[in-house]
């Protein structure tokens, strides 16, 4: 079966502007959470959303953003890019209905945004 | 913040040897997971542990986790220069109607040379 996809797979914006990046998680997975990944801070949790609703947050400032859609497809937008928010973004999905199983997360290969 | 804190940071092996990570976290966990990175790509989920188990075996793979010392192991067998990545432990203290995120630790760059 498909895996978990992200798009695009990179992506090079100015200072200022802002970003959406999409993923679709597995078929029937509900739960998809974001990921940044930089080399000073590693892999810091963004958000997470089941069924449309947003389960729990990061500490990160108001600039990031996410949502869900009805087929779980899930969006993250990132708005006035600093040079900070050069990243690997990366998601990954579950059932969602609670802790996950044996086989953990899934996640997709990342996008990787770079700011100029 | 990081829960898990990786130990050591780097290990360079020769193929055929023996490979332990650790990883120390701080708070209550409902399970703790491996992940392996490839070069900046996406993370592949390798063993979950529960908090009520001590030893996980998959494969090459032998996982043990001590919750009274908060802490725990991986230990890849007979290893491979394909096993060259980046591993990360991650606590998920999903529960409780709550939480649902990885908290991960900075990884271990492992090395197996040929």
């Known amino acids: 079966k498909a895996g978990v996809t992200q798009t695009p797979r990179y992506l090079i914006k100015t200072r200022g502007q802002q970003v959406t990046l999409s993923c679709s998680p597995i078929?029937?997975?509900?739960?998809v959470s974001w990921y940044q990944q930089t080399p000073g801070q590693g892999l810091q949790f963004l958000f997470e959303?089941?069924?449309?609703?947003?389960?729990n947050k990061g500490n990160f400032p108001g600039r990031f953003s996410g949502r869900q859609f009805s087929n779980s497809r899930s969006e993250m937008n990132v708005s006035t890019l600093e040079l900070g928010d050069s990243a690997l973004y990366l998601c990954?999905?579950?059932?969602?209905?609670?802790?996950?199983?044996?086989?953990?997360?899934?996640f997709g290969s990342g996008t990787r945004l770079t700011v100029v | 913040s990081q829960q898990g804190e990786e130990d050591p940071q780097a290990l360079s092996i020769q193929e055929g040897e023996n490979a332990t990570m650790n990883c120390s976290y701080k708070?209550?966990?409902?399970?703790l997971q491996w992940y392996r990175q490839n070069s900046g790509r996406g993370l592949v989920h390798l063993i979950l542990?529960?908090?009520?188990?001590r030893e996980k075996h998959s494969g090459r793979l032998r996982v043990t986790l001590d919750t009274s010392k908060k802490s725990s192991s991986l230990l890849i067998t007979a290893s491979r220069a394909a096993d060259t990545a980046s591993y990360f432990c991650?606590?998920?203290?999903?529960?409780?109607?709550?939480?649902?995120?990885?908290?991960f630790g900075k990884g271990t760059l492992l090395t197996v040379n040929p």
């Open positions: 991650a606590t998920d203290a999903s529960g409780g109607g709550s939480n649902y995120k990885l908290t």
């Open positions: 990954a999905s579950s059932p969602g209905a609670g802790a996950p199983s044996v086989g953990g997360y899934t």
């Open positions: 078929s029937g997975h509900r739960s």
């Open positions: 542990i529960r908090s009520n188990e």
């Open positions: 959303y089941f069924s449309e609703t947003q389960r």
């Open positions: 708070t209550s966990i409902n399970n």
